[in-house]
């Protein structure tokens, strides 16, 4: 036999014991893959879980057919044990409870149930039994309670997901832990997220963040988070292997920086964090990702904070009060992704550096302090920009169509000149306060096809001319505004084709005829904003019987005439109707009791908000507005957008209506004003008046209102501002709370008697009204609706009152925020979570 020979049969040996190993292995599982005993616990665990619509384990069955529980959906099993080692059960919107046959599954390894639903119940404590875990994710599961702390003895854990429990995240908390000691056991841990967790208690959480020697990924987002304790140890252990850490959300101090590891992302945004960013960021060469926007850093920032961030390409400086200082030929060690430094204070040329980075595709230089015009570099650069906001600063000169992006926001500056044909594959366009002028042509020859745009804000310019009467290619806008320009001739029948339209607003232009009836189509419309226009006609009867979502109507000031049709009963939405300063004659209906939310008091969020979703690349982005009118409360007039919602008014003033006021009017518990001044309206003050406890301002001055007033008047205890004056009631003011210290109220009712008027009633013109008693439980200090509303009116309104207050309100994250509670569909809200996430980072 030759040397070659006995190898090949040697090697046939070889195979041999293997094939004959391999067989005797799965004689050890004699007829299946699956261990009985295991899948008996499985059975269990499918049986805690109740089916909702569809069942999701459905493989999962006795019959023989499933008999093999290895071949089950989501189940794996060992190759060479027949062991269960990995339950990969996210997605499965499972719900109802863990069964403590799981522990059965001793050789699990892999345990993902997220995207479950376990209704607020706590972590059962005994997947701290399952020793052999390495990857556990229990993530959007809806658990609430105390984390167990057995969950410490899950020794090989490397991974480990229990983040994002709540549908409002952030706004409540189920689910929290009392300290974190036993996460210090999981010394193998790479991957923590306990983001929504509340830890506000946690004081220790750093020290035991820091016994985790290869943590590389930490992410507590809102989690309350206490500033942490640095005490004098060294702090490196874990520092030294973290790479992701993400504590947006918290509220946390500077000495956290003493412990930052050299990071390639960190996000410290609204952590509540103040003074001057440390000089030690800018040594960490591998960052890639910054973001402190929302915290209240200050001071200069100069390029040699930049000096070793060469692989630097998200920096979010936005939303604190830092000035940027870099010499005029500075280029930049990096080249950045998303440029974000909104209220960071550049100016006043144009940061010259943007020329030198190639490949941005987001950038934020809103608020910024720049008084220029847009060099001609600018307009050249080739980047595929989705993202541009340059609002709020003094750009002067003109626009240029090659500006274009998804998302373009140059509101609030000096351009001027004709808008150009901007609006191709644009999808959110907002150039209002500015000058240009000129028609508004170019919307017809921006667009051939059908357009994409979903938000056009064009108010507060100097546009004259027509519409355009290209509508129909415009079938996804939702907000669209003209107004405050001089825009003339009728409002163009197209409009009928605005299928998604929700605000509609073309208030202060000089639009003249009727309101077109193809407007009925626009079934979405919640606020619909004519006002001051030379509008006339009828009040279309299709408003009250289409447009059943309408909330704000406003025609102040036109030419409307004849009386109010009925079918605006119909609108059970309404909250604010404001027919003021028209040519509208008959009797206010009665059927207005049927306008349900005024009916009721409260409110269901202090704004009117709209969702307005486009997608951004892969992402699907929201950017909701909230619905901004002009008023008049309490004699002075002023514009109102985040507490709109807060406001419901009537105000019917400046009118020829007549009749009696309907005593229905009283059903109508949540009005906060009430304005049917300068009418010719007659008959009582309706004596159940009282009634209207949320009444702030009523004003029913110069009618021909006879009788007394009402004792119940004296009941509203809110009511801040009343005028009854120029009427013909008589006898006695009734005595209570502020009737008496509204000296001008009564003017001009020479019947009238008692204080606050000199004249001094006789016995008889006292009546029958017993004097009324303020009840102090009922006087409920300052904060009512109509505190807010009045407090809005501090606010100054123009640049600086939008410009200005941009570090309150500005946040990215705060979009994605009310974007969830805005759907219903909790789980729709989950799935969409993860694009969120991606693309606010
Ligand atoms: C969810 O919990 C609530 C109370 O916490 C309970 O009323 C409800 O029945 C539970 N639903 C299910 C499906 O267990
Ligand atoms: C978090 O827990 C603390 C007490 O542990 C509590 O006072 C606080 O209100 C909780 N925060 C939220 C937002 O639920
Ligand atoms: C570093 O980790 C080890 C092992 O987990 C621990 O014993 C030690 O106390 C940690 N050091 C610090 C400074 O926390
Ligand atoms: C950990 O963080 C790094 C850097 O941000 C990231 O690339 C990686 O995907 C993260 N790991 C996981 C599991 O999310
Ligand atoms: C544009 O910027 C202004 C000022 O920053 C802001 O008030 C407005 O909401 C922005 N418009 C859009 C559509 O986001
Ligand atoms: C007011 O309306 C009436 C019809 O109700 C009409 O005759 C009159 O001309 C209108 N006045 C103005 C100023 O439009
Ligand atoms: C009522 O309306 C008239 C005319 O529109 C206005 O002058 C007056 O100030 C309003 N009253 C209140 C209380 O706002």
Known sequence: MTLTNMVGVRCCFKLLYAIVVVILLHMNNPCTGCRERERQALLALKQGFVADDGDPLDSWGREAQNKDCCEWDGVHCSKQTGHVVKLDLGFQVLQGKISPKLIELQ???????????????????????????RHLDLSYANFGGLIPYQLGNLRNLHYLDLGYQDSLFGSTYSIYAKNLYWLSNLSRLKYLDLSFVNLSDVVGWLQVVNMLPKLTNLTLWGCSLPPPVISSVSLLNSSKSLVHVDLYKNNLNSSIFQWLPNLVYLDLSETKLSGRIPESIGQMSNLETIYLSMNSFEGVISETNFSKLSK??????????????????WVPPFQLHEIRLGSCKMGPYFPKWLRTQKSYHWLDISDAGISDTIPTWFWDLRNKL????????????????????????????????????????????????????????????????????????????????????????????????????????????TMGYLFSIETLNLNNNRFVGELPSQLKSCTELTLLDVGENKLSGLIPEWLGENLLNLTVIILRSNQFYRSIPPQLCHLTQLQILDLSINNISGIIPKCLNTWTTLAQNGHSSPSIEHSNNFWLGESLYDSPYDDEASLTWKGVRSKYKSILGLVKSIDLSCNKLSGEIPTEITYLVGLVSLNLSRNQLTGQIPSRIGILQELESLDLSRNQINGRIPTSLSRIYRIGYLDLSQNYLSGKIPIGTQLQTFNSAYGGNPQLCGEPLPRICSEEEKGPGQPVLVNEDEKDGLITQGFYISMELGVAVGFWGVCGTLLLNRSCRYMYFNFLTFLNDWLYVKAEIIRQRIINK
């Open 107 to 133: 050789h699990l390894e892999y345990l993902d149930l997220h995207y479950s639903n376990f209704n607020g119940s706590q972590i059962p404590d005994f997947i701290g039994s399952l020793s052999n875990l």
């Open 386 to 493: 989705v993202y541009k906001d340059l609002s709020c600063n003094q750009i002067r000169g003109n626009l240029r169509s090659e500006l274009a992006s998804i998302y373009l926001n140059a509101s609030w500056n000096q351009l001027e000149g004709p808008i150009p044909s901007i609006l191709s594959n644009v999808y959110t366009l907002d150039l209002s306060n500015n000058k240009f002028s000129g028609s508004a042509s170019f919307l017809c020859t921006s667009t051939t096809e059908e357009s994409n745009l979903t938000y056009l804000d064009l108010s507060s310019n100097h546009l004259s001319g027509d519409l355009p009467d290209c509508w129909n290619h415009f079938h996804k806008l939702v907000f669209l505004d003209w107004s405050n320009n001089s825009l003339s001739g009728k409002i163009p029948a």
């Open 312 to 329: 630097l390409r998200i920096l979010d400086l936005s939303s604190n009060s830092l000035v940027l200082k870099f010499s005029f030929d």
